[in-house]
């Protein structure tokens, strides 16, 4: 089996450079603020599956680049949707917890009303739209709050403030499921694998359990690296952003683990090794 991979250096990119099957496109090969060559790629391919883990996701940026984020996240993947469709190859597309309005409580399913609160999120929610209007075989695979030992991400962040900072105020009423870049990696290669022996794919969710606040994920975080520092959970509304961000992003993942195979990820067993290895 070939898997023709867009992103090499993203979070789960990286993951799934790790598979024998994988053949991963940078930038430098595949822009998607082109979205004509990136389909024109999956035109000539004879890859057996095609997965989109490259996306515009700066949140905050991108409500000064709208444009910008449009063409990464909408417009290039309806027309790499559509390429794959013509040859009759499975499209999986990884999507985001943004596309809700994080209202309530209760985690979201996958067939729940969307509402984005941003520009990220809105160009996020039209690329679904996008790649379900090709008509070809696609999974969109929601996630959220990624976290690896690779990029940019809120473990990081955390380790890097704490070798200066003894105490640090963070939000603590946004909620939700602290994803490993490598779990979700790995579901994507199994949803593509199964979608290429001929199972239908669709929206699924996959997210780490149980369901956190930042604040929370942070104390979890030194508590892991055995560093003291003492977390004041503070509002959304006392730490202001250029981009709302949702509160409740919790995903319900039970349609992945039914028709895949793959259960809530273990959020804080995967995070002792990510910070084992970034503290080495």
């Known amino acids: 089996m070939k898997v023709l991979v867009f992103g090499r250096t993203g979070q789960v990119a990286t993951h799934l450079a790790g598979y024998p099957e994988t053949t991963c496109l940078g930038r430098e090969a595949a822009d998607l603020s082109d979205p004509a060559a990136c389909a024109a790629l999956i035109a000539e391919t004879g890859a057996d599956a095609i997965v989109n883990a490259a996306a515009y996701t700066a949140v905050d940026r991108a409500e000064e680049e709208p444009e910008l984020a449009r063409m990464v996240n909408a417009e290039a993947p309806g027309a790499m949707a559509r390429a794959a469709a013509e040859r009759g190859i499975p499209f999986l597309h990884v999507s985001t917890d943004y596309v809700f309005d994080g209202s309530g409580s209760d985690p979201r399913g996958t067939d729940a009303p969307t509402g984005p609160l ?93 369901g956190t606040s930042w604040a929370d994920f942070a104390r979890e975080i030194f508590a892991a690296a055995g560093r003291n520092v003492a977390v004041e959970g503070i509002p959304t509304s006392e730490y202001p952003t250029p981009a709302a961000r949702p509160l409740n992003s919790r995903l319900d993942c039970a349609a992945l683990t039914r028709d895949f195979g793959v259960p809530p990820a273990d959020w804080k067993a995967a995070l002792k090794g990510i910070v084992s290895e970034l503290t080495a």
């Open 118 to 210: 941003n520009i990220y999120g809105r160009t996020k929610l039209e690329g679904e739209e996008a790649v379900r209007a090709a008509g070809g075989p696609h999974a969109i695979l929601r996630t959220s709050w990624v976290f690896s030992a690779h990029g940019g991400n809120f473990v990081k962040t955390m380790l890097r403030l704490s070798e200066t900072r003894d105490a640090l105020r963070i939000v603590d009423d946004q909620i939700g499921g602290p994803t490993p870049a490598d779990g979700i990696a790995e579901t994507l290669m199994i949803m593509a694998r199964a979608m290429a022996d001929g199972q239908p794919g669709g929206t699924h969710h996959y997210a780490g359990a149980p």
